[in-house]
């Protein structure tokens, strides 16, 4: 069956961004869950009753509810019942985030036609750009001196610290980044950053900004101590995050946890990564 | 005479940082003018009675006043009158900006040995530097997508479109710019950026980002219309700017005029350019 | 037992490197195989006999041989049998390239203690810098325009891949990678890069230079006549190569099959990635 | 009067080049004096003695001449005499190099409409780039080691000071660049790279790869024993150039003058630079 319509259901700008760039590709496309929305962004609206007549393909958002009961859907006047909803979607084309969530909340959710976005390779390595990118607003906005010129620690290696350690050094900051893995400390030369292991960050001489990347508590009380007492300290990781916070607040050292950056920061670059995301799993589905 | 002491008088936090790298240099340091300062420096405070008496050198801030009367004192509980103060510099050696602001206000204070940093070449060179990271600051704020991947357009290839246009290509953005002159679009191209001539800015492919840095009106309404509609622009060039701002108003074009940014975001790295350029102006008197 | 001294036996230029390199760090360091060499490196020789007596470590050379019989010892007056030399070394600790080949060419072997550094994923990772400015300096030296300004074409995203790509950016080149994966694609483009699907290799504008690092034939007749006309072809592929070189003669598509580069273009860095590589493993072995 | 065709007299393939991206702009386009040629490049040849009737505009090489007496023509089986040459240009329009030197030689030459497009700011800026590329050439053959991760001090930041600096440190190495003037200094700072005094060059630490760019005898033999000894040093400026040849012999430095760059590392771009250039001066004078 030939893909005509999308109905985006719920969420933030980064929905609406998604919608819209679905929408320049030349598909028919609804948002649902957007009554609150006051400027035109010349897509049509639907209520949740007719979505399933109008769309082929539908799009819960990103992240997929806050509550964990009804759909994360800021700009509807209404909650929407994740649960309510199952039905109407049986054997449809759903794409979601979190969807092991879903089908836990409700397990008729198991009859639709689910395909996670969120869980994708590709999905996660494009959202480090936004990642990275608001990691480096947050650093300007806290940090007295520019980046420019100043001696940037980044704590692993992986989507993000790869992105931010480039953007950092375009920048004109100077970069060290730290790794467990030798490979890791041969790749960080090989591209041009200063190497250090991760074992030996209380020798690393002081920086003016740091960023943890590494989902594992690196930045604790004798490293904040020693290290990064006069640093501004961005933790990327998620919760709990890589820093003792605790330590850092008796010791003075400035702390950000810097969570969900691509939405906050770049809510159309992260829609359009839903989309490209969404049109590769299609695009694959037809081989 | 050998220098020991200064004398920061006056100023924001950038004098602060001056008076701070320079401490960090050996020399005796007082502020004056910061007594509703709270946090402390670490540098001694002396009134404007003692100043003469304790310093060798004087500094005042950057810029000289705001209301055309008094110092340019936001830290201090009294407004600080220039006119007053200039019989007691006679013959002292004082470190300035606006020189000519300075005496036009009192002919006295051409008695004293006054040299002004702002007016230095390497002075307005290395503020380029917060410039053009202020810029991308507001950029990453006001729009809502990433700047990587972006496509940006920098009109002008002066100081701060030097580095302006570098930070942008070293955050992965498409960097065109715009000049009027031939061995600019020379350089422009030889180091890496696209190239376009300044008269032929209307035939240029939508830009997402706008940053204009000629002191002249190259955005009037019909390149707004044209060129400029979707993009976020901002305005470097002082006063009046190079921005047709009531056209843009009119045409929705979403326009910031971004001022005085080095010392807005980055008052370390200002301060520190202030306290830099001093120490060359002595170091020349030397020889 | 404490590691004191070190035995290089066979090599070329990279083999003395990595014995200055392992001098420099303060141990007893030895060159065997090395009568021919006219220039003074600085290192003591000694010859085959005495070599187990001086030497703690042994280090073989990389490519371990060429005619599959004697050592790789370019270097040395008499040809140096493999076979023969297995029965002095049992029991010692012994670096080699190609530990596969050395036992399967005399099981005697096996009662040494191996260590094979070339296929550590950091010594890979670490020669692909040496590889990438092999490529780019046949690129300069083949093509008759600057690689600054030119359109390049990088096959593969591996280990030579990212770092050619960043070089080649570097320079100021137009820099298009194609890869298979989603992820990768991903990837290009977050840090920078142009991405293109593999698959749609037919449909690349015309590149100036193209640069196959990929190991698989990807760069067959018709690719090469439609793409690659006018480019200059550089195969970093081990052989047979990613090239149908055949099909490139016929068409005159100027080709080169670039192998080998670390030890011919950067001995020193070679020489030295073989030091830091048999110093991780020794590393580990204390752990 | 509109120009529909041009005459390329002489010269070696920078000029080939040059007629080549003329003839692809549309004009008819000659070859004069390539009678050895034997590759086909699609351009018409044509007599010196057809050359004015032909012709609306006529090349003269870079360099004009070799000997001081012939046209510089590699490609020519008879010399060109400039002298005799003179008579047939009167009130053509003629371009060349080295203005001042054609019309001593011959003083009939003044009576022609001459052009010198060698003269030119955006010609000498444009040449900076396979000047830049060409000394990295050089480096890479010579040096041992990888240029990427190596410490190269450039002495100089003119035109090609700054192209060189952007793509060292495009490839990985560590930059210092050493210039006199403070402005200098802060722009170096401000692009990213390390900056030194050129006074305070004895206090470098050792580089590995010097390049000179400053017409100045800057590495005489004190700098050359205490910093450069174990560098290799390309001298870019031309004769009598900046290094002290003598001297480094002497002290076993090794050094490469390298002049003339652009015409043998890059043809096809010196080629087509020449043509920009001239077209450039053809739109000045319509204006």
Redesign the interface.
């Known amino acids: 069956m030939k893909i005509k319509s999308f109905v985006f259901i719920g969420g933030d700008?980064r929905q609406l961004?998604a919608a819209k760039a679905t929408q320049s590709e030349g598909y028919k496309v609804y948002i649902c869950g957007f009554d609150k929305l006051n400027e035109d962004w010349g897509i049509e609206k639907c209520s949740i009753k007719n979505a399933t007549e109008l769309g082929d393909c539908f799009v819960l958002p990103m992240p997929l509810t806050k509550d964990g009961v009804s759909l994360n859907a800021p700009f509807s006047n209404e909650s929407m019942l994740i649960k309510e909803m199952a039905a109407s979607f049986a054997a449809r084309r759903v794409f979601c985030s979190m969807k092991n969530k879903l089908t836990a909340m409700e397990p008729q959710w198991a009859g639709a036609d689910i395909y996670d976005y969120s869980v994708?390779?590709?999905?996660a390595?494009?959202n480090?750009?936004?990642s990275a990118?608001g990691a480096?607003?947050v650093a300007?906005?806290e940090?007295?001196?520019?980046?420019?010129?100043s001696r940037c620690l980044v704590a692993g290696f992986g989507?993000i610290g790869?992105?931010l350690a480039?953007?950092l050094?375009?920048?004109?900051a100077e970069v060290v980044v730290a790794a467990r893995k030798?490979?890791d400390?041969?790749?960080i030369?090989?591209?041009?950053y200063k190497s250090m292991e991760m074992s030996e960050l209380i020798a690393c001489p002081k920086p003016d900004l740091v960023f943890n990347t590494a989902p594992a508590l690196i930045f604790g009380a004798k490293i904040l101590a020693k290290v990064c007492r006069d640093a501004v300290v961005i933790d990327l990781a998620s919760a709990p995050g890589g820093v003792d916070f605790d330590a850092a607040k008796r010791l003075g050292v400035r702390t950000i946890h810097a969570l969900s950056l691509p939405g906050k920061?770049?809510?159309?670059?992260s829609g359009?990564i839903i989309k490209t995301t969404i049109f590769?799993m299609l695009e694959e589905d037809e081989q």
């Not at 994708?120 to 999905?123: P, S």
């Not at 030369?189 to 041009?192: K, R, S, V």
């Not at 920061?265 to 670059?269: C, F, G, L, R, T």
């Open positions: 700008k961004y994708r390779e590709e999905f390595i494009a480090a750009v936004p990118e480096i607003e300007m906005r940090y007295p001196g520019t980046v420019h010129g989507r790869k992105v480039k953007m050094n375009g920048l004109g030798r490979a400390l041969a790749l030369f090989a591209l041009g920061v770049a809510p159309k670059s359009e590769n």
